[in-house]
Structure formats: C-alpha cells, structure tokens
C-alpha cells in the first residue's frame, strides 16, 4: 500500500488517487455516512457505496461485513435483526460515539478530496488544455 503523502507537492498521481483512498478511513466514513440516514444492512452499504462513488469504488462484503462488526465493536453503529429468528438481515444505525468518529473522520478526509480535486483539475488542463 502506498502512505499518503501530507500534500501534493511531490505526490504522484498514485499517491493522491490510491493512497488514501484505500485507507483505513474511507470505507468507515462512507458506512457511518450511510447509516446515519436511515438503517441500513451489508448488502445494501454495498449498493450505496458503489453508486455514491459513481461505480469508481467498489467493496466486497469480505470488506464490509466484518468492518461492521468491528464498528460495532466500539460502539459506533448498533445492530438490530430483521427477523430475530431466521437472521435475514441485520441493520445498523449510527450510536452518539458513531456521530463523534463520523465528524471525526470527515474533518481529515475533506483535505484529502481537496487534494484529488486539485490534481484531477490540474490533470484536466495538462491533457485537454
């Protein structure tokens, strides 16, 4: 995995679209940003995930399922069943220690978009002029 840089001055391309991007920030902030919504369950964070980032990202519930139990874990999402008795589903809401981390998590991850914007529009004016 390549580290994120501070700032992009000497970041490569990489750096700024993959480093951060497949960090252990985003998929959090994307799955607490879903659930504070409305409840949402594993399959459904997956859908949203990937049509929230216009299908460029994409997770796979190996990804997913076990970040949620980790979430959980510490108190930033609950999780009710569907149906108690079969397990069909199991949705999650966001807890008040969830909302701090949330706001938390979005606070950092703002400079690093700023920094993808600035180097998609530098990019854009280096190829299409």
């Known amino acids: 995995m390549v580290e994120p ?18 960090s252990k920030s985003v998929f959090p902030l994307l799955i607490l940003h879903m659930v504070r919504r409305r409840p949402e369950y594993g ?12 299908g460029v990202m994409s997770v796979s519930p190996n990804a997913v399922y076990p970040l949620l139990r980790r979430l959980e874990e ?10 108690p008795d079969t397990r069909s589903r199991r949705f999650y809401t966001i807890t008040p220690l969830g ?28 190829i299409y002029g």
């Not at 840089?5 to 497949?22: H, I, L, Q, W």
Request: aromatic content about 8%.
């Open 43 to 54: 399959n459904s964070i997956i859908r949203g995930i990937k049509e929230t980032t216009g």
């Open 74 to 83: 510490k108190g930033y999402v609950t999780g009710e069943w569907e149906d």
């Open 99 to 126: 909302e701090e981390k949330y706001a938390e998590i979005r606070e950092r991850f703002e400079a690093h978009l700023l920094r993808v914007q600035e180097a998609l529009e530098s990019l854009r004016r280096e």
């Open 5 to 22: 840089m501070s700032s992009t001055a000497g970041a490569t391309p990489k750096d700024v679209f993959f480093g951060e991007v497949k």
